[in-house]
């Protein structure tokens, strides 16, 4: 399956009951739509980032009795994995499609790169539009406008992902489930290029680590 765009079946798939049944779905389903964008994306980030980015469809390998309530495709400069290491994100919820750029709980760089971020705050600010939100758990669908945060706000996030152990941090568009159905193919491409191009920024300064 080639990806055209998302429809209200890609979205249905979190709303089927039990893991087993739910993960069926979102094989046949969502899964094919991933991996045809981690197939046009990895190079055009490759070539944004000027390093060689692969794709990571999640596998939800892990789970054992909660279905996944999203799912994404995950872009790295690494071959075997991208948790460890700032990436960009494509993907949904049943609510709306994402697209990120994460430093995760995982992420090695972690606490120098809360440092970095408060460093780089007035930078921050001019270079990431007003309609872009942020979250601190990739976990949970919750996010923040870029447009309600003020500095002190700002700063108070990088601190947290400095010194809190399990903190997080992402950036970039939430596109409602409604306005994600009726976008075009060639909507879509123009959209996640102009949101990797924005945010390369961040991905920049976690690079000066």
């Excluded at 609510?95 to 994460?102: G, K």
């Excluded at 790169?113 to 408060?118: E, F, I, N, S």
């Excluded at 780089?120 to 919750?142: M, R």
Aim: glycine share 4%; proline share 4%.
């Amino acid at each position: 399956m080639k990806f055209e765009r998302f429809t209200k079946e890609d979205f249905n798939v979190f709303t089927v009951d039990g893991l087993d049944e739910r993960m069926g779905e979102l094989k046949k389903q969502v899964r094919p739509k991933l991996e045809s964008l981690g197939e046009i994306y990895a190079p055009f980030l490759s070539s944004l980032c000027q390093e060689e980015m692969f794709a990571h469809v999640a596998k939800h390998a892990r789970r054992s009795v909660h279905p996944p309530k999203d799912t994404w495709v995950a872009f790295a400069a690494n071959k075997r994995g991208y948790k460890r290491h700032p990436h960009f994100q494509i993907g949904l919820f049943e609510s709306h499609v994402f697209i990120w750029f994460a430093v995760i709980y995982e992420a090695d760089i972690k606490t120098e790169y809360g440092k970095v971020l408060k460093t780089h705050i007035e930078e921050i600010e001019n270079s990431i539009p007003s309609y872009f939100v942020w979250s601190k758990d990739h976990t949970k669908p919750d996010t923040i406008s870029m447009e309600d945060l003020s500095r002190e706000d700002l700063t108070a996030l990088f601190d947290r992902l400095e010194k809190v152990k399990k903190a997080e941090i992402l950036c970039g568009l939430r596109i409602p489930q409604k306005e994600a159905i009726e976008m075009s193919k060639d909507e879509w491409d123009q959209t996640f290029k102009d949101a990797f191009t924005t945010l390369l920024p961040l991905y920049k300064l976690g690079a000066t680590i």
